[in-house]
């Protein structure tokens, strides 16, 4: 067996949304000498098969405790040095396992664990534990026991002599850090290796309360304003999706599916357009475009009872089967030909900033809206007031696009439970091609939106 220095054990259990940010980050690291073992409780989601995207070990397990899972991932390792690495955490920069690993000079070192940095969208209270308790001071512990195992790194031959304890629920890394310190080594706290972890490590509390502290001790930390970079766009793979059925309809000369491929490829981030047809015609115009056509619509999924989110469901599926795994995917449908410049990234930036499930296109509504209910309508919106103290409406367009991950498609949704939007006020982007009515109404337009949109 080729042995290598140290052993990155990250432990995951439905961390699809995290695994490939985390693993990008790991094998960027200026520090080579390393092996990663992912140690699975039975992830449901694709998180497995994102992981086999990288040089790593995997270890099945059932269920899980946290010093166990631990243990089961040093057996199956062979490094000197033994990294912990929760599956959602990210190291900052490429420095981050060197740091760890330069603090093993002294002997009498059991262990060093690494800073934590809260990411844009994690709530104030776990922002103000995570600054609070992870500060910019080195620390060598003699009698503390704080240790934590989302980003640590400790010496395999303590480990053999105090293994962590497999019987409980939580805190394992203190209780080991307590044995350690007893038997007279020391802990080291090392702010230069440091990860971005989206929660706490605290129970919430007063959130007002809790605002003020952290505009504080962010400010104090050198972290006010601080941008959180904790996921490099570039380096996800970010995957356009374009649903289109039976025959090319025409605006402008150009079919409305070349209108939304050239949307698409204006993006910055969007790495591949899958063109998803039952059509020939089509997916020979998309691949003359650019995009890809990996396989064809069945026939059967363009019946007209048949919802997108059906649609979108068994393309990820077919997708996956092929091996192309997405981070992202933007959805998006033909019959929207007027899509404004940059809107598709501005939905991926706030997707990715934000920390949400999904984001969607919408529209404000500020008129009178009502919903029908068994007892009669609804209104849903603020009542007969002036417009300017009125609260508005958002009514989605889900057409236009959408930025959603792969996970809710996947289990035949387009949304996820936190939904952002991105206001669209371009009266042209709202503008839809579904018949014959919104074809000739689009056509009186389209000369001057192209005119609009010239470079």
């Known amino acids: 067996m080729d042995k290598k ?13 995290w695994i490939a ?34 040089p790593v070990k995997i270890v ?19 490094g000197k040095y033994v990294v912990c690495l929760s599956a959602h955490c990210i190291p900052v920069d490429n420095c981050w396992l060197s740091n760890l690993l330069k603090d093993f000079d002294d002997d009498k070192v059991a262990g060093v664990y690494g800073r934590q940095e809260p ?46 304890d497999e019987n409980i629920s939580n805190i394992e890394d203190r209780i080991w850090a307590r044995d350690v310190l007893k038997a007279g080594y020391k802990i080291i706290y090392e702010p230069d290796a440091s990860v971005y972890h989206w929660h706490g490590i605290h129970q919430n509390q007063n959130l007002e309360r809790c605002t003020n502290v952290v505009k504080i001790i962010e400010n104090l930390n050198g972290l006010d304003g601080r941008n959180y970079n904790h996921l490099q766009l570039k380096d996800l793979n970010i995957l356009a999706l374009i649903p289109v059925k039976g025959e090319s309809c025409m605006l402008g000369g150009r079919s409305l ?59 990820v599926l077919e997708l996956e089967n092929k091996g192309i795994m997405a981070d992202i995917i933007v959805t998006l449908e033909v019959t929207f030909p ?8 501005q939905l991926i930036i706030r997707l990715v900033k934000e920390g949400l499930d999904s984001v969607v296109a919408a529209r404000t509504e500020f008129g009178s809206c009502w919903v029908k209910e068994p007892e009669g309508l609804k209104q849903v919106d603020s009542g007969f007031v002036p417009r300017k103290f009125k609260e508005p409406v958002y009514v989605s367009i889900k057409g236009l696009a959408c930025a959603t991950h792969p996970q809710f498609l996947r289990e035949g949704r387009l949304l996820g439970e936190k939904v952002g939007i991105v206001e669209i006020n371009d009266p042209y982007a709202s503008i839809e091609v579904r018949n014959e009515e919104g074809l000739r109404f689009a056509g009186l337009l389209v000369d001057n939106w192209s005119d609009r949109n010239i470079k």
């Open 5 to 17: 220095n140290v052993s990155i054990i990250i432990r995951s259990h439905n961390e699809e949304k």
């Open 21 to 54: 940010a985390c693993l990008q980050a790991v094998f960027k690291q200026d520090y080579r000498d390393f092996e990663v073992i992912l140690i699975d409780n039975k992830s449901s989601d694709k998180t497995v098969k994102k992981a086999q995207a990288f």
């Open 60 to 78: 099945s397990i059932d269920n899980f405790l946290p010093g166990k899972a631990i243990n089961i991932g040093i057996e199956n390792s062979t």
């Open 119 to 164: 990411m844009a969208f994690t709530s104030d209270t776990d922002k103000r534990d995570l600054i609070t308790v992870f500060g910019l001071d080195r620390k060598v512990q003699f009698k503390d026991s704080f240790f934590h195992n989302a980003n640590s790194m400790f010496r395999r031959d303590v480990w053999g002599k105090i293994p962590f």
């Open 257 to 315: 599916l070349e209108y939304a491929i050239n949307s698409v490829k204006e993006s910055q981030f969007v790495k591949q357009i899958v063109v998803y047809t039952d059509s020939d015609e089509h997916a020979d115009l998309a691949r003359k475009l650019g995009a890809n056509v990996p396989f064809m619509r069945d026939s059967s999924l363009s019946a007209e009872h048949i919802g997108l989110e059906n649609v979108f469901q068994q393309a």
């Open 338 to 345: 007027f899509r404004p410049k940059g809107f598709i990234d």
